[in-house]
């Protein structure tokens, strides 16, 4: 008999329990970062290419992973939150037609000086590590706007030096760190913490 009636308790408080759960609000996600907080945040873009040249398909798999540090500068009266980003690490690692490679800001390996593509690749993620752009976040993830961007990139430049590899890198850098394509990435990336 003793079962039958703790089971009976536990039933009823399961359901008391759902019940009570079922009342309260919705939970409201904001970002509310604290002046002087750190904290970190990987990010990992995964593609899959597929593409044909003369007739003949090519498929690579390119994975970047970015560790950042988000230091909290300030927090103004409306909840506006200036944050800095640094790049930490960067990791690059690609499979394709012409092999494996993989590049590690934190760890890196030697290249072969005969390949171009190798140290071009190598000199784009080491100078990206260490490398820092301001944000300025609302509560609901929204980007208000990106600075640095400009100065950031002269640092990265004078990292690569005046190789070829550099001057190559540059167009790719351009695309990569425009401050309207920073602005809409983190826009994507901090809306998600607050839309979960």
């Known amino acids: 008999m003793k079962t039958k009636n703790f089971l009976t308790v536990l039933t009823i408080a399961a359901v008391i329990s759902t019940v009570c759960l079922a009342e309260q609000e919705k939970v409201d996600l904001k ?24 007739g003949q398909e090519m498929k690579m798999t390119q994975v970047m992973e970015m560790l950042f540090g988000l230091d909290c500068v300030s927090v103004d009266a409306n909840g506006i939150m200036t944050v800095e980003m ?48 301001g944000m300025n976040v609302s509560p609901t993830g929204e980007t208000a706007g990106v600075s640095g961007v400009k100065e950031m990139m002269a640092k990265m430049k004078e990292k690569m030096g005046d190789s070829n590899e550099a001057k190559m890198v540059d167009a790719i850098l351009g695309k990569m760190f425009d401050e309207k394509e920073l602005k809409n990435k983190f826009d994507s990336i901090l809306k998600n913490l607050t839309d979960s």
Do not use: W
Request: with cysteine; net charge positive; charged share 25%.
């Open 31 to 54: 970002l509310r970062l604290k002046a002087g907080e750190s904290h970190e945040m990987k990010m990992t873009t995964i593609q899959n290419i597929t593409q044909t040249m003369n």
């Open 86 to 133: 640094t790049y930490k690490a960067v990791k690059m690692a690609m499979d394709g037609p012409m092999g494996k490679m993989e590049f590690d800001s934190a760890n890196p390996k030697p290249t072969d000086p005969n390949r171009h593509d190798q140290k071009m690749m190598a000199t784009m993620v080491s100078a990206m590590a260490g490398c820092k752009f």
